[in-house]
């Protein structure tokens, strides 16, 4: 287990989670950890969004497989953005702030979604917004509550070059000023370059939990990590598309 110094905000021991018949979290174990950067990757299907949705409370769990630190506030961004689509990003702000017991002002959101570039769409109803914007908008949404731990399900998918930078750039600018981050991404260039710790699952099991530094000081990079431990499978007679 790697971080033992730091502070846990949550730690997961033996999670198992079920979902139609079939064993989907498989007896995970980690620590999030204070002031840490903590990327799980893996497969399509391996489990990253249920293990969000076990540390979110979407889900009921036994109270001994999840525990979090006394007072620890969270700010979720789901896979999925979750947003009244008839109404103004204002308004949501405004349902959402009351609905979280938000922290944030006006002129910081204004200065998130500017830094953003999406201030013009403050005023404008959901349902209009394009996918990168909605991705950017959901962001602001998990910063109301100005959390100590954000957990963020693929942050970055839908963000165009330009927009993934600042948004890598505004999460390292909020981890200096003391916030952990627990986030899931499938781009493992931008893990490499974001995360402080990688975890990687497959089919519902953790198969490594280490330091980036350390990953890298044994790889290459990410990609040839994933692909040892993950493994391909290529068929050489069903190979041609
Ligand atoms: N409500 C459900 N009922 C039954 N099975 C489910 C349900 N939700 C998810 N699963 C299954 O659980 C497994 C893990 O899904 P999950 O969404 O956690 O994977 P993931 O690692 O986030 O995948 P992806 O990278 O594709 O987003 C998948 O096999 C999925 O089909």
């Known amino acids: 287990m790697v971080s033992k ?16 018949g079939n064993k989907i979290l ?17 497969p399509n299907g391996a489990g ?21 630190k006394d007072g620890l506030t969270i700010g979720v961004v789901s896979e999925k953005d979750l947003l009244w689509e008839k109404e103004t990003g204002w308004k949501n702000i405004e349902i959402f702030r009351e ?18 570039d999406i201030s013009e769409f403050l005023p404008k109803k959901v349902h209009t917004y394009s996918k990168g914007t909605r991705r950017k908008f959901s962001f602001i949404l998990g910063l109301l509550k ?6 963020l399900d693929e942050p970055m998918s839908g963000l165009d070059p ?20 627990f986030y899931t991404s499938h781009d493992l260039a931008e893990v490499e370059k974001l995360a402080h710790r990688v975890m990687l699952m ?24 994933f692909l040892e431990k993950v493994g391909v499978h290529i068929d050489e007679e069903n190979n041609e598309i």
């Open 26 to 42: 498989k007896g995970i174990t980690f620590d999030v950890v204070e002031n840490e950067i903590l990327a799980l990757v893996g």
């Open 99 to 116: 609905y979280l017991g938000g922290k944030l002002s006006n002129d910081q959101i204004e200065s998130y979604a500017k830094y953003l």
């Open 48 to 68: 990253k969004t249920t293990t969000i949705r076990c540390l979110t409370g979407i889900y009921n769990l036994g109270k001994d497989q999840i525990i979090k």
């Open 202 to 225: 497959k089919k519902g099991e953790i198969v490594l939990d280490n330091l980036k530094s350390d990953i890298l000081s044994n790889y290459r990079n990410l990609e040839e990590l």
């Open 5 to 20: 110094n730091k502070g846990t905000l949550i730690s997961v021991k033996s999670l198992t989670k079920e979902l139609g």
């Open 162 to 181: 330009v927009s993934r930078i600042k948004m890598r750039e505004l999460i390292f600018k909020l981890n200096k000023e003391g916030k952990s981050i």
């Open 146 to 151: 100005d959390p100590k731990l954000l957990i």
